[in-house]
Nanobody
Framework: QVQLVESGGGLVQPGGSLRLSCAASGFTLDYYGIGWFRQAPGKEREGVSCISSSDGTYYADSVKGRFTISRDNAKNTVYLQMNSLKPEDTAVYYC??????????????????WGQGTQVTVSS
């Protein structure tokens, strides 16, 4: 069955870095776009970044220049490198498979399978 498992979250000081991983199984990662989303307490889930099957990348304005998404199809894993972290980046981060297959979107409704999430806390 399709599974996505996030890891790499934790507590980091402002200005610090974290790398999140999304391990995929049950489908061929090469053929799918994958997105990273986040949800802060009391807020709606929002798109952060996504990568298409052809390695096209997209970022929310709030993370451009600080976050980098990448994929390693041989390892069935998508990564999110997060630098210059800010307290407002605090949230549960989720990865999700794009419903269209080859494309990717920052729209929550356009993802069909989701991981369980990993907590990222940015605080001094």
């Amino acid at each position: 069955q399709v599974q996505l498992v996030e890891s790499g979250g934790g507590l980091v000081q402002p200005g610090g870095s974290l790398r999140l991983s999304c391990a995929a199984s049950g489908f061929t990662l090469d053929y799918y776009g994958i997105g990273w989303f986040r949800q802060a307490p009391g807020k709606e889930r929002e798109g952060v970044s996504c990568i298409s099957s052809s390695d096209g990348t997209y970022y929310a304005d709030s993370v451009k220049g600080r976050f980098t998404i990448s994929r390693d199809n041989a390892k069935n894993t998508v990564y999110l490198q997060m630098n210059s972290l800010k307290p407002e980046d605090t949230a549960v981060y989720y990865c999700a498979r794009d419903i269209s297959g080859i494309g990717c979107s920052l729209e929550v409704s356009l993802s069909d399978y989701w991981g369980q999430g990993t907590q990222v806390t940015v605080s001094s």
